[in-house]
C-alpha cells in the first residue's frame, strides 16, 4: 500500500466511500511494524488529516482513505471518479413548495429523529430468500403476498396524517 498523501476528510465526496477494512499491526515476530503504525496514527489526529493510498488486490488497483478510528486505523475504500455517475445525469422534475409545507416537513423529520445504533441493524433479505429456496426445493409450499401499487395520495394530508398521531 502506497501512501499518495494527505488531505482533509471534507475534501473526499460522500459518494466515493465505499467499503471499511480495519487495519492493525502484526506481532513483531511477524514483521509488524507498531511504532511507525502508532506515528502515522497520532500525525493524522494531530494534524486532522487522512491519508490517500492505492494498492492492488489480485487483478485490481484501488484507491482509499486511512484515517485515525479507535486504537487501531480505519480503512475506506474509494470509489473511483468514473464508477459514480453524476448528479447531474439524474432526472429530477421542477416543482415548487411552501413554506408552511416545508416547516410540517421539518415536524415530521423532527417526530421521526431517534438516535441511530448501528449494531441494531442487520441484513436479514439474504437470509429469508434462502429460507424460500430452501422450502421450494423440499417441495414445500411457499406463500406470496399480492403485490399492488399504493394508491396516489396527498402528501399534504400524508404529512397531517403524521403530526396528528402520537
Known amino acids: 500500500m502506497e501512501i499518495k498523501g494527505f488531505c482533509e476528510m471534507d475534501e473526499i465526496p460522500l459518494e466515493a466511500l465505499s467499503k471499511p477494512y480495519y487495519l492493525g499491526t ?22 486532522k488529516k487522512v491519508a490517500i493510498v492505492k494498492w492492488v488486490s489480485r487483478t485490481n488497483e484501488y484507491i482509499g482513505m486511512i484515517m485515525p478510528h479507535g486504537k487501531g486505523l480505519l ?28 416547516e410540517k416537513g421539518v415536524q415530521a423529520i423532527n417526530k421521526m429523529t431517534f438516535s441511530f445504533k448501528w449494531a441494531d441493524y442487520t441484513e436479514t433479505y439474504t437470509k429469508e430468500v434462502k429460507e424460500l429456496i430452501e422450502k421450494r426445493f423440499l417441495g414445500e409450499e411457499v406463500e406470496t403476498e399480492e403485490f ?12 397531517e396524517k403524521m403530526l396528528e398521531t402520537d
Open 148 to 159: 399492488s401499487l399504493p394508491e396516489a395520495r396527498s402528501i399534504e394530508a400524508e404529512l
Open 26 to 47: 502484526d506481532a513483531p515476530t511477524k514483521g509488524g511494524a507498531g511504532k511507525s503504525f502508532l506515528l502515522l496514527k497520532e500525525a493524522m489526529e494531530r494534524s
Open 75 to 102: 480503512l475506506k475504500q474509494l470509489l473511483y471518479n468514473e464508477q459514480v455517475r453524476s448528479i447531474d445525469e439524474v432526472e429530477i422534475l421542477e416543482s415548487s413548495v411552501t413554506d408552511d409545507l416545508v
